[in-house]
């Protein structure tokens, strides 16, 4: 047996810490038994997120050095602006601006004819377009997205914008999964929140009742969205489509799927938008399984995909390959812009208030420039078959070793079915058994990982009906270019280590904070 030859070697390296599993249980002690709260200067490996986690590439490390920092329009601006139209705007001529700038190529014939163009109903104008009809704003990352587009939106919607004369006001959103972010930003926004994921989500894969292997478990309910938009009249101001779905366990969402919601979105004249943080790994899935595509490039599906937009959030932290970054940007003259007339300039005078001016947004120009060379290389085949197998074999080590995770697994993360580990070992729901299994895998073994489960979605405050819709997994989000199988095997030792002793690993209590916003962040807790 010859494993797949590896995909990249290390050029810097960090030594990882020595701590004994006493001292981790010190500081455990001093920071509440908050895994969020623990030093990642002790662990030995960081499961806890793949956002800005990324180990940079020497290509995005060039980039960087290209960069500027001045105050008005630094060339990261332009190179970001460019990288968004080339990667999801049909018709674009990949990599150029990248080679020109890496080369140190530029001149004002150059600025007049690539640079400075309106993008003609796509999500990008540049030069006096982007002055008269904004569209694309740079912000510090995803939820600064989120919140300016919701705060916005629900002001305007306030004053009349989108209303029916019968039905009201659009106050709903409808989606196949929010993260949480989102949802709490729409939420303090004024929104009503209506998750419609399709069924199945933790149905064995095949399914052994029928048969069918369901590769797209994070497709939003086509049914139950359209038999809500029937009943519900003039009330869901956009439907939101989050590719890979993070709210249910990083599956992807199929090109029928966002075809479909688009489809719905166009009868019912409501704006599609998609929260696009992990657009590349979507698109490998539907390269991969969904018939049709397998000998389309991921640089045409991703043109696809986005053509059935009206706009998009995204956190380059993810599918940017960058440590920080984020964009909101809409159709040029589309659908949404005419709904919501003059919503580019509100969105520009909050951005200039809140984050600095529209030519950086909060980040810093270097950064810009890393984010601009990541997404090209985020949406490389190479990259991205190395990135999913990596994380496909994790779920399959799990898998040899009688642990059950979600299956199949999804694009950032193995997810551990909670319900399964400590089935026979008589846990509640309530007794956040699967955050002592992660307070003693930091403990025991230097290892992070995160419940998304009864403690992180709140089932203890929430009303009946609304349990059964919460999952009990923990989740091992694996960051992009840092983990070697060495890692991964270490973490499958360790996760076997603790469900052979299952029955002694504590439950967790809360002591603090019980009622606050996305309280696993915060909150205090207690094996
Ligand atoms: N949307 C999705 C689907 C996300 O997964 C995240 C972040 C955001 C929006 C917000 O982006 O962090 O740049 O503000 N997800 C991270 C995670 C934090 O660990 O899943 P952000």
């Given amino acids: 047996f010859i494993p797949r030859p590896p995909a990249h070697a290390a050029l810097v390296v960090r030594s990882l810490p020595s701590a004994s599993a006493e001292e981790r249980q010190q500081i455990l002690e001093d920071v509440e038994y908050n895994v969020f709260a623990f030093p990642a200067g002790l662990l030995t490996c960081d499961f806890l997120s793949d956002s800005g986690t990324s180990a940079m590439t020497d290509v995005q490390w060039a980039a960087l050095m290209r960069g500027d920092e001045s105050y008005g329009r630094n060339w990261g601006y332009y190179c970001l602006l460019d990288a968004f139209r080339d990667i999801f705007e049909r018709g674009h001529n990949r990599h150029h601006i990248m080679e020109r700038v890496l080369a140190g190529k530029t001149d004002v014939e150059f600025y007049q004819t690539k640079l400075l163009v ?3 109903g796509g999500f990008v104008n540049g030069g006096r ?8 704003f740079i912000l510090p990352q995803g939820r600064c997205a989120e919140t300016l587009l919701f705060s916005i939106m629900s002001s305007m919607i306030a004053e009349g914008y989108g209303s029916h004369p019968e039905h009201g006001k659009p106050t709903t959103i409808i989606s196949n999964g929010f993260f949480d972010t989102t949802g709490a930003n729409a939420a303090v926004a004024g929104f009503q929140l209506q998750t419609f994921t399709q069924p199945g989500l933790t149905d064995p894969f095949p399914s052994e009742l029928i048969g069918v292997k369901n590769n797209f478990k994070g497709n939003l309910d086509l049914a139950a969205t359209k038999l809500y938009l029937e009943g519900h009249p003039g009330k869901v101001s956009m439907i939101l489509v989050t590719i890979t779905n993070n709210w249910a366990a990083a599956q992807p969402v199929s090109m029928a799927n966002i075809r479909g919601a688009a489809a719905l979105a166009r009868d019912y004249s409501i704006p599609l938008f998609l929260d696009a943080c992990r657009f590349a790994e979507n698109a490998y ?4 399984y969904e018939d049709g595509y397998a000998d389309k490039s991921i640089a045409d599906i991703v043109q696809e995909m986005f053509s059935y937009a009206e706009g998009f ?33 509100l969105l520009k005078e ?13 980040m810093s120009g270097r950064d810009l420039m890393a984010a ?3 997404l090209y290389q985020v949406t490389d085949q190479a990259y991205l078959c190395n990135r999913i197998t990596q994380v496909q074999s ?5 898998q040899a070793n009688d642990i059950a995770v979600l299956s199949p697994p999804g694009g950032h993360a193995v997810y551990l079915d909670m319900d399964h580990f400590f089935f026979g070992c008589n ?6 058994a699967a955050v002592g299994f992660t307070l003693e895998l930091i403990k025991k073994y230097g290892i992070r990982a995160a419940e998304a489960g009864p403690f992180g979605w709140a089932y203890d405050l929430k009303p009946v009906e609304e349990r059964a819709k919460i999952p009990n997994l923990v989740r091992f989000a694996v960051p992009r270019h840092v983990y070697s199988d060495e890692h991964i095997d270490y973490t499958v030792a360790a996760i076997k280590d603790l469900y052979e002793r299952r029955h002694t690993v504590p439950n967790a209590v809360i002591t603090r904070g019980k009622h606050m916003k996305l309280r696993h962040f915060s909150a205090g807790l207690k094996p």
Wanted: include cysteine.
């Fill in 118 to 120: 309106s993008s003609q």
């Fill in 129 to 136: 377009y982007q002055l008269e009809r904004p569209n694309f």
């Fill in 285 to 288: 899935f539907i390269q991969k």
């Fill in 313 to 345: 959030t995204i956190s380059l932290k993810k599918d940017g390959l960058a440590n920080m970054g984020g964009v909101l940007c809409f159709r040029d003259q589309g659908m949404f812009a005419q709904r919501y007339e003059g919503i580019g300039m």
């Fill in 350 to 362: 909050r951005q200039i208030l809140c984050y600095g001016n529209d030519s950086y947004g909060g």
């Fill in 372 to 374: 601009s060379a990541g």
């Fill in 394 to 398: 994790f779920a399959q080590k799990l």
């Fill in 427 to 432: 846990r509640k729901l309530e007794d956040f």
